[in-house]
């Protein structure tokens, strides 16, 4: 079973650029998450999509948002892009109603300039 | 108090050693508990997860609660090089894990095994 990929895999924007970012889970994972990860914070959750919906989100600013498609496909987007927004980017998908697992993607890594 | 604390390290260790990896936390809620591991430029790899209390065991790897003490750790036995990578604690409670929602992390033990 393949795993969850994420694309691009490396990306350089300037600042207030915008920025979307990819997912496609786990075939039969119903259950995205995106997570920010850096050095000083660690891995910070942003949100979780179910069945096209938006269940959980953490504590990121609007300019973070996101969207699942029927497909559960995932995106992210960052809008006016900050030099604090560089991170490596995870999505993890989870197979609802078996067990919380997550699996995560190889990341995004994203640099503002 | 951060809900999870895990010391960053980093922890050298020589082949074949014995590694031990703990995290503790703050919130009595948590009953999943996750180890991840991350090699350099790679996502985080699901390596073990316990629910409540006890120990689990899968080849090398040993994961151990103690829910009373809220500290949980990650038992490496006959360490090779190929262990060398960040490894992450995770936690969640039962709601957010039935659902399959946010887990909080640990920031992560770097670890180094020389050969």
């Known amino acids: 079973k393949a795993g969850v990929t994420q694309t691009p895999r490396y990306l350089i924007k300037t600042r207030g650029q915008q920025v979307t970012l990819s997912c496609s889970p786990i075939s039969g994972h119903r259950s995205v998450s995106w997570y920010q990860q850096t050095p000083g914070q660690g891995l910070q959750f942003l949100f979780e999509y179910f069945s096209e919906t938006q269940r959980n989100k953490g504590n990121f600013p609007g300019r973070f948002s996101g969207r699942q498609f029927s497909n559960s496909r995932s995106e992210m987007n960052v809008s006016t892009l900050e030099l604090g927004d560089s991170a490596l980017y995870l999505c993890?998908?989870?197979?609802?109603?078996?067990?919380?697992?997550?699996?995560f993607g190889p990341g995004t890594r994203l640099t503002v300039t | 108090q951060k809900e999870v604390e895990q010391d960053p390290g980093p922890l050298s260790v020589p082949e074949g050693a014995i590694v031990s990896l703990n995290c503790t936390y703050s919130?009595?809620?948590?009953?999943?508990f996750m180890w991840y591991r991350q090699y350099s430029r790679k996502g985080p790899e699901l390596l073990m997860y316990t629910y409540s209390s006890g120990n689990k065991e899968d080849g090398r790897f040993t994961a151990q609660v103690d829910k009373s003490s809220k500290y949980i750790s990650l038992f490496i036995r006959d360490s090779q090089p190929s262990d060398s990578a960040t490894y992450l604690c995770?936690?969640?409670?039962?709601?957010?894990?039935?659902?399959?929602?946010?887990?909080?992390f640990g920031k992560g033990t770097t670890l180094s095994v020389s050969s």
């Open positions: 993890a998908s989870s197979a609802l109603g078996q067990s919380g697992e997550q699996y």
């Open positions: 995770a936690m969640s409670d039962r709601s957010s894990w039935q659902a399959g929602t946010a887990l909080i």
């Open positions: 919130n009595s809620a948590f009953q999943y």
